[in-house]
């Protein structure tokens, strides 16, 4: 007691590494999902940076649209050209009404639940985004007030972004895919055939490998989820930028960087 | 120094974390204002506890909402304190070249901290692919630092003027 009262600032500062020390093992141990005390934190926190969250984004949006007034405009002209290739597409791959009750009758047969009907989706504004500016994970304003729940997959436009570890009442947090260290399976769009898995994660680049090592991938094919285990079929993975032949293993070695620019996202839908 | 006003002045840095974000849009490069009030007051002044404790509190909030897990930026802000601490003995507080040092070494510290916390806990960044990102933060901590620093050591000169002549 006599050394604590003589070393004040010492004993202070040992106090507070304990503290904090035990915060963090705790904090690991749950694997980061929230308690009852650190849910009703964040949400007073959330009831406080919710508006003005909702303030600065849209001045931020104005500010971002005046400087990239040149770039937004160019982007307007690919999407229209885009816009009518596609109007173009679904012309041609419109179903008649014919092969659309024929399918439905197939699903109702096969008691087939695809996204469109075990999914639900909600879509969100991102409220916050991680203080470690390498990782990606962010918080969203919603939650399971919107029917939200842990481990529900989050996409973007530009394809799968990541799942939700931690929920409450308006809010959500979400991890990124390249900061996950879960396995996903995935095929090559527009060759169904050829499937991986993508098993490791460094540098926020995804790598894996094909199941055949005769497949023939090359740099540029796109990646989406095969719908085996919790990803539902057919959202966009990202796009390889590296095909390596490991004659260890044996098998071709695939590098993908995402589709996702987490550094401009902005609104995220949750399938829920 | 009066806690309430430290405490109010970490509280309008929680608040204005989300501002930056918002007006600044690609989250790269924004300041850490929780950082560099923390660092400016303990380069600063001699009454640690004070800071060190609400400093805390606030990096532990920082890591209940924007982080993945609680604590790291708790234990890293405190690693920085004690780092400042130990610095004092050696470089003059009242020069703007040593503030400006010791602002661009406690941001590096304190994400190079983050980072092992991290990868202690499994994420698979590399140091190389980290301090890359981190420059352009260290860069912008230290001019948020730098205005933090100018403003508070001019209140302090100040009142050492006014303490001399009354």
């Known amino acids: ?272 | 120094m009066n806690r309430l006003g430290l405490a109010g002045a970490y509280l309008i840095a929680f608040i204005l974390k989300p501002v930056m974000d918002g007006i600044l849009p690609g989250h790269a490069g924004n300041g850490n204002l929780i950082l560099c009030l923390t660092t400016v007051l303990i380069f600063l002044f001699d009454d640690y506890v004070p800071i060190i404790t609400i400093g805390t509190v606030f990096a532990i909030l920082d890591d209940l909402v924007y982080g993945i897990y609680c604590g790291p930026e708790a234990i890293s802000t405190l690693v920085v304190c004690l780092a400042i601490i130990a610095i004092k003995y050696f470089f003059n507080n009242e020069n703007y070249l040593n503030a400006l040092i010791v602002i661009a070494v406690s941001t590096w510290l304190e994400y190079t901290v983050e980072w092992g916390i991290y990868c202690a806990t499994g994420a698979t960044y590399t140091y190389g692919y980290v301090i890359k990102i981190i420059l352009l933060n260290v860069i912008v901590n230290t001019i948020v630092g730098m205005i933090v620093y100018a403003v508070m050591y001019s209140r302090i000169r100040k009142k050492k003027y006014e303490k001399l002549y009354r």
């Open chain 1, 1 to 272: 007691m006599r050394w604590i009262r003589n070393h004040k600032l010492i004993s202070f500062l040992i106090l507070v590494i304990v503290v904090c020390s035990v915060i963090l093992i705790s904090s690991v141990a749950t694997m980061g999902k929230s308690n009852p005390v650190s849910k009703a934190i964040n949400s007073v926190c959330m009831t406080v940076l919710k508006p003005v969250n909702a303030v600065t984004n849209g001045v931020g949006e104005t500010l971002s649209d005046i400087i990239h007034f040149k770039d937004i405009a160019e982007e307007n002209d690919a999407l229209r050209e885009e816009n009518e290739q596609l109007k173009e597409q679904l012309a041609k791959a419109t179903l008649t009404s014919n092969e659309l009750t024929e399918l439905k009758n197939l699903t109702d047969a096969l008691n087939y639940k695809g996204l469109a009907e075990s999914g639900k989706m909600v879509t969100g504004d991102i409220i916050s985004m991680s203080d470690s500016r390498w990782m990606n994970n962010f918080t969203i304003n919603i939650g399971s007030d919107d029917g939200v729940k842990e481990g529900n997959i989050v996409v973007s436009g530009r394809g799968l972004v990541g799942t939700v570890y931690s929920v409450s009442g308006s809010w959500a947090k979400v991890r990124a895919l390249v900061d996950e260290n879960s396995k996903v399976s995935f095929k090559i769009a527009g060759n169904m055939q050829l499937i991986g898995i993508i098993g490791s994660f460094t540098n926020g680049e995804l790598s894996g490998f094909m199941l055949d090592s005769n497949a023939k991938v090359e740099k540029g094919d796109t990646l989406i989820t095969s719908g085996m285990g919790v990803y539902p079929t057919g959202l966009e993975i990202g796009r390889i930028t590296k095909v390596k032949y490991d004659s260890d293993s044996q098998l071709q070695k695939v590098t993908v960087k995402s589709t996702v620019d987490f550094s401009a996202l902005q609104k995220v839908t949750v399938i829920i």
